[in-house]
């Protein structure tokens, strides 16, 4: 099972509203990944976590808060956020000693 | 620091044409190189990947080899289909446990039957 599962797919939320992001992967690998994806471009990293502690947080504002409750689940909390943070969110797990970097299919989120 | 550089395209061809998309990287050490794929409402699927100079990575008819001279990692097929119609994005990883992948800036390509 080569799997990264990501909800919801669509997301649509007020600025003053509080939703959560969910991953779930059993391959096993110890470091999950939330990237940002606007339209045409690359990922943006987010967040790496490893081993379930937080290992990198590039600079993203608070209004986004992850969390990885144990191995296979990743979340990302969101509040209070922006027109500007409408986006594709992908969450990715890394297979061990290779790079290799396994992506879900990501949730688009629009925020209004 | 490390980098990538693609052309950005957009690469339109028809079906049966070959394809070349060029990819060189700026790294210190021996990095990790990747190609991935992104289908249009889909997440990132990697297509291939190598971990060392002259390694040749290789899947679903798409070929690229690592030159450590050219610091390049050139995605080649020689007869692209409709359903090849995508996002291609380089990759690289300074080393096989760092945990940062850096991506090039993506090359859409358009198939026509």
């Known amino acids: 099972d080569t799997e990264v599962t990501q909800t919801p797919k669509h997301l649509v939320m007020g600025m003053t509203n509080k939703k959560s992001l969910k991953c779930e992967q059993h391959m096993g690998h110890r470091a999950m990944y939330w990237y940002k994806q606007k339209a045409k471009k690359p990922p943006e990293l987010m967040f790496v976590?490893?081993?379930?502690?937080?290992?990198i947080n590039e600079s993203v504002p608070s209004r986004f808060s992850p969390e990885c409750p144990n191995s296979s689940l990743l979340n990302l909390h969101l509040h209070a956020l922006q027109p500007e943070d409408s986006a594709l969110y992908l969450c990715?797990?890394?297979?061990?000693?290779?790079?290799?970097?396994?992506f879900g299919e990501g949730s688009r989120l629009t925020v209004l | 620091g490390n980098s990538v550089t693609q052309m950005e395209g957009p690469v339109t061809l028809s079906e049966e044409a070959f394809l070349t998309i060029n990819c060189t990287y700026t790294a210190t050490g021996y990095p990790s190189l990747f190609w991935y794929v992104q289908y249009p409402g889909e997440g990132l699927q990697l297509l291939l990947k190598a971990t060392k100079a002259d390694d040749k990575g290789s899947n679903k008819g798409f070929e690229a080899t690592y030159r450590k001279e050219t610091t390049s990692f050139h995605l080649e097929k020689g007869s692209v289909q409709v359903s090849d119609s995508a996002v291609y994005f380089c990759?690289?990883?300074?080393?096989?446990?760092?945990?940062?992948?850096?991506f090039g800036a993506g090359t859409t390509v358009t198939v026509r039957a």
């Open positions: 990715a797990s890394r297979r061990s000693g290779t790079g290799e970097l396994f």
């Open positions: 990759a690289l990883t300074p080393g096989a446990n760092d945990y940062k992948l850096s």
């Open positions: 976590y490893s081993y379930e502690k937080l290992s």
